[in-house]
């Protein structure tokens, strides 16, 4: 589990093509790699991937292909990608609980400066638009974020500049593609109704 609270914006440095996937190296000088192990979880962009090998600040991951046909930005050399190490029971909780496991892949509609921060307005895929709510929580590529307004598959959020210096999202364009995780929560309140009207 992760809290969506980013501790490293790391570097993409090598995507190796694999038969089953990606095999990705990823640089980081922030996140401290001291305590992580091989088999521990990272998430990079929101998507939890296990630690296969780790080269002083650098690690690495393999991507099925089965997860990249379910999100975007894993498979660019170049690219800066969010970084969070997983959660230990002692932890404190900043954000919300976040699994990893991305909902789908939300289109940027706008991305404005209005003074002391930014809007993001994103469109989300029809079958998880249900599932976003107004002052909820919602992942967006790895990022914790408190859900400001939705109107029908849209939502829109306000990133403050503390957020846009620490993320990747101050990167993000119209247009660009990003990784959404739905509020567990809200996943498992639509779970029960579901059963109940069976």
């Known amino acids: 589990m992760f809290s969506g609270i980013i501790a490293d914006a790391g570097l993409i440095k090598s995507v190796q093509d694999r038969v089953g996937g990606l095999r990705i190296m990823i640089a980081t000088e922030v996140l401290g790699l001291d305590d992580v192990e091989t088999g521990d979880s990272i998430a990079v962009n929101g998507v939890c991937l296990t630690v296969i090998e780790i080269v002083g600040n650098d690690f690495i991951v393999d991507v099925s292909?089965?997860?990249?046909?379910?999100?975007?930005?894993?498979?660019?050399?170049?690219?800066?990608?969010?970084?969070?190490?997983?959660?230990?029971?002692?932890?404190?909780?900043?954000?919300?609980?976040?699994?990893?496991?991305?909902?789908?892949?939300?289109?940027?509609?706008?991305?404005?400066?209005?003074?002391?921060?930014?809007?993001?307005?994103?469109?989300?895929?029809?079958?998880?638009?249900?599932?976003?709510?107004?002052?909820?929580?919602?992942?967006?590529?790895?990022?914790?974020?408190?859900?400001?307004?939705?109107?029908?598959?849209?939502?829109?959020?306000?990133?403050?500049?503390?957020?846009?210096?620490?993320?990747?999202?101050n990167e993000l364009k119209t247009g660009a593609q990003v990784n959404l995780e739905i509020d567990l929560i809200a996943r498992y309140v639509e779970r029960m109704l579901q059963a109940e009207k069976e």
Not at 77 to 106: C, M
Not at 125 to 132: A, D, N
Not at 147 to 161: D, K, M, S, T
């Open 65 to 169: 292909r089965e997860t990249l046909s379910c999100t975007t930005g894993l498979g660019e050399k170049g690219k800066h990608v969010n970084l969070e190490k997983a959660l230990r029971l002692s932890d404190r909780l900043g954000g919300h609980l976040v699994s990893g496991h991305v909902d789908g892949v939300g289109e940027v509609i706008a991305f404005n400066d209005i003074g002391e921060s930014w809007r993001l307005i994103v469109r989300a895929p029809e079958v998880l638009s249900k599932f976003i709510a107004t002052k909820g929580s919602i992942t967006i590529n790895g990022v914790s974020l408190t859900v400001n307004r939705v109107a029908g598959h849209e939502f829109e959020v306000n990133l403050i500049p503390h957020t846009l210096e620490v993320t990747t999202l």
